[in-house]
């Protein structure tokens, strides 16, 4: 790769252009979207890094966000409000060229070899002040070639998409308004942009890139942003479609919104990753709650497409298929993760498969082409709610297989009990709540929720090996309580909100229920049932023992990032105890080979990418005034 700098000036103002040679020394294997493919698979066929030689592992370069001098400025000029929260950013790679998103909605290139910047570019979009629901918060970018021009497609906090040469870091002024759109606009409703942004990297399949939203979590009115999904020509940002995942009047799901719900009901909204089948031409849609995840009395129906999976066409944005994984939902059980695309053999049949993760713990396996369930769903009865107003399906979904990846609900049987005192401590707490299997509704008195909204599975997703059909899945274990309230009827127009201490009780300050509290499970595709699964982490083991118990081993820690899956490792990270760490197991059993110590908590997914014959991993830590990406090689 050769790198050119060329300076010059325009009247007054004197600019530096750098264009990037990108034809790589050597061949560069490439991690070209935030899950490795459009299939999210987050898998790598490179093999230089092995079980055989995984220790070896040493730092190679560290690179520093823009941002952080920013941060700190803001923060001499008690500019709290403006700091940023974790880095979650994944890198991704073309012909050992890293291209990054960060916190602040700035957009760098770094030489893969040496760590240097090759080009920033500052679409400013913090400074039109802090987004919702998590503030200052962006996962990554995505690429397009033609094989003649390259971009870099970025969504901004302020809620606009941007097109970025990949050679240059200019703005494409041919793209929407002098190289950005209003994502805003469009949506067949006037959008209050301080409730409406962008979190995650958008979806490039051919010449068409599809954009979902983050908004509002914390709304309190019922009319909110709808969280409708686009796809925008990449060439000149025009809309091309647009599918309405509150549906509107005439179209397929309307009579799902009651009494007129869907003319105001917003969220219903795709702030995850999504992905794709480029052969087939399909984009799988894994959208999130209404307004507002809690109560649902002011959109009674089933509410199609929450919590959907929704398979559309890419070129038109039709609707294929769907599934509703949670009909009326009021547990913030909003799909958490891109679906895995990947083909498995089940009893003899070749099947396209694409595998959803659900914040509940469970894997739903459909066939990518038709929609039709690879093992039984099963309609089941579930507890009523105590709201007035309220008006729950008396059903929910599950699959008869694979079996849920986490614990589902509170009983007597899931609670701590590593000595008698716990024990005792744990049943007593509960009592001052309502509890029961999973799908208790939200009360007034308070209920717990097993899984929370935090999962199960998480926004970090799955890996899926295309080699052998197995799905891995970091999980955590966290209990929480949910206590509806009437509002102020001047501040809100909502029958009930959720309000109070959103914490679950915790006896003697550990957790509520059985470890693991963090967790690795493999599951095989091919025959539904799980491979094994190992605690993650050490977690609180020490505190147990202090409290008289019995060593009970490592009991696990919900703190994980996306998995990275290598042809003999997979790659995890978290903090646990005080330690920050990029584990390595071994896929086929899950025993730990490595850990690589680091000097921040990581938050971003592990990547892996080829440049000049060396394999890299790379993974972002940090957060606020000292964010980074690392990356990691054979010496």
């Known amino acids: 790769m050769r790198i050119y700098r060329q300076a010059y000036r325009l009247g007054s103002i004197a600019y530096l252009l750098i264009s990037i040679d ?14 490795s493919d459009s299939s999210s698979s987050k898998y790598t066929a490179l093999e230089q890094i092995s079980a055989a030689n995984v220790t070896s592992l040493q730092t190679r370069w560290s690179w520093d966000s823009p941002d952080n001098p920013t941060v700190l400025e803001n923060q001499a000029q008690q500019n709290f409000i403006a700091t940023p929260g974790a880095y979650k950013v994944t890198p991704i790679a073309i012909d050992g060229v890293l291209y990054v998103s960060t916190s602040y909605g700035r957009v760098a290139a770094i030489d893969g070899v040496s760590g240097e910047s090759l080009w920033v570019y500052d679409s400013k979009a913090w400074e039109t002040g802090r987004p919702t629901n998590l503030g200052y918060n962006h996962r990554g970018v995505s690429y397009w070639s033609d094989g003649q021009s390259s971009r870099i497609l970025m969504p901004t906090n302020d809620a606009y998409l941007y097109s970025i040469d990949a050679s240059t870091g200019l703005v494409d002024p041919q793209f929407g308004d002098q190289g950005r759109i209003d994502l805003t606009l469009g949506l067949g409703r006037e959008v209050d942009r301080a409730a409406y942004t962008q979190i995650s990297a958008p979806l490039v399949v051919g010449d068409i890139v599809v954009v979902g939203s983050s908004i509002s979590d914390i709304p309190n009115y019922k009319e909110a942003p709808p969280g409708h999904v686009r796809g925008f020509d990449v060439r000149s940002g025009e809309r091309v479609w647009i599918f309405n995942t509150i549906p509107q009047a005439g179209e397929y799901g309307n009579e799902t919104w009651e009494e007129g719900a869907w003319e105001y009901t917003g969220n219903t909204n795709v702030w995850t990753l999504m992905s794709a089948d480029e052969e087939l031409g399909y984009v799988y849609l894994p959208i999130g709650t209404p307004t507002n995840d809690w109560f649902g009395g002011h959109r009674k129906g089933d509410n199609l497409f929450a919590e959907s999976l929704v398979c559309i066409e890419a070129a038109t944005g039709k609707r294929v298929w769907h599934f509703q994984f949670v009909h009326h939902g009021v547990w913030d059980y909003d799909l958490p993760a891109a679906p895995n695309l990947i083909d498995i053999n089940v009893a003899g049949k070749p099947i396209k498969a694409v595998a959803q993760v659900t914040k509940q713990g469970f894997v739903f396996v459909f066939d990518r082409v038709t929609g039709e369930p690879v093992w039984p769903i099963e309609e089941r009865v579930v507890p009523r709610s105590s709201i007035p107003g309220e008006a729950l399906s008396p059903t929910q979904p599950f699959p008869s297989k694979p079996a849920p990846f986490e614990p589902q609900g509170i ?24 509890y029961g299997p999973l799908y208790t509704p ?11 909204w935090f999962g199960g599975g998480g ?9 052998t059909g197995i799905l891995y899945i970091p999980s955590g274990s966290a209990p929480m309580v949910v206590t509806l309230l009437g509002p102020d009827p001047e501040k809100s127009n909502f029958a009930y909100m959720r309000g109070g201490n959103g914490a679950a009780p915790s006896p003697r300050g550990l957790p509520l229920t059985k470890p693991p509290y963090g967790r690795i499970t493999a599951i095989n595709l091919n025959t539904g049932e799980h491979e094994w699964m190992v605690p993650h982490g050490e977690g609180v083991r020490a505190r147990i023992i202090a409290e008289g118990a019995l060593d009970p081993g490592p009991v696990g820690s919900p703190s994980r990032t996306g998995p990275l899956l290598t042809k003999t490792l997979l790659f995890v990270a978290q903090e646990d105890g005080g330690r920050y760490l990029l584990r390595a197991f071994d896929k086929t059993n899950g025993a730990v080979l490595h850990e690589i110590e680091m000097p921040l908590p990581p938050s971003g997914t592990p990547m892996s990418y080829s440049a000049q014959g060396t394999q890299y991993i790379a993974i972002a830590v940090g957060a606020g005034a000292d964010s980074r990406i690392l990356s990691f090689a054979l010496p």
């Open 411 to 434: 009983s007597e049987e899931t609670l701590i009990d590593f000595t008698p005192e716990l024990r005792n401590e744990a049943l007593q707490a509960i009592e001052k709540f309502d």
């Open 442 to 452: 939200p009360s007034l008195r308070g209920t717990i929720n097993f899984p929370g």
């Open 22 to 35: 990108l034809s790589p020394t050597l061949h560069a294997a490439d991690w070209p979207s935030y899950g």
């Open 459 to 467: 926004w970090q997703g799955a890996a899926a090996d295309p080699d």
